[in-house]
């Protein structure tokens, strides 16, 4: 019984599938470069790593601005954090913090 339920539940898909499978011509192509297209985006990443074996922590936010799919202009800002654990670093509890943030410049060539 389970078979013959599996097997009609094959060919209904397949029914299914064959049908919706309809061909056409009409598309819309995205990303031809014949248009001028600006836009912003907001780029957020994050990385894991080891400095003299302690955990460290990365992070970094990005906003740009994308100039005719060309030339991106923006400002980034990366964070770091990790647990040293060192005596010298009085300021900070031992732990290692630092960051750094900038000016985005990125062309976009092909």
Excluded: C
Excluded at 72 to 78: D, K, P, Q, T
């Amino acid at each position: 019984m389970i078979h013959q339920k599996l097997l009609f539940f094959l060919i209904l898909l397949q029914v299914i599938a064959s049908t919706n499978a309809q061909e056409s011509n009409d598309y819309v192509e995205f990303n031809d470069r014949k248009n001028v297209v600006h836009g912003v985006y907001l780029g957020i990443a994050g990385s894991y790593g080891q400095i003299d074996k302690k955990d460290t922590y990365l992070g970094s936010v990005k906003i740009a601005y994308v100039a005719n799919q060309q030339f991106e202009v923006g400002i980034i800002g990366v964070g770091l954090y990790s647990e040293q654990n060192a005596q010298s670093i009085s300021f900070s509890n031992g732990d290692l913090v630092g960051g750094y943030g900038g000016l985005h410049l990125e062309p976009i060539l092909f």
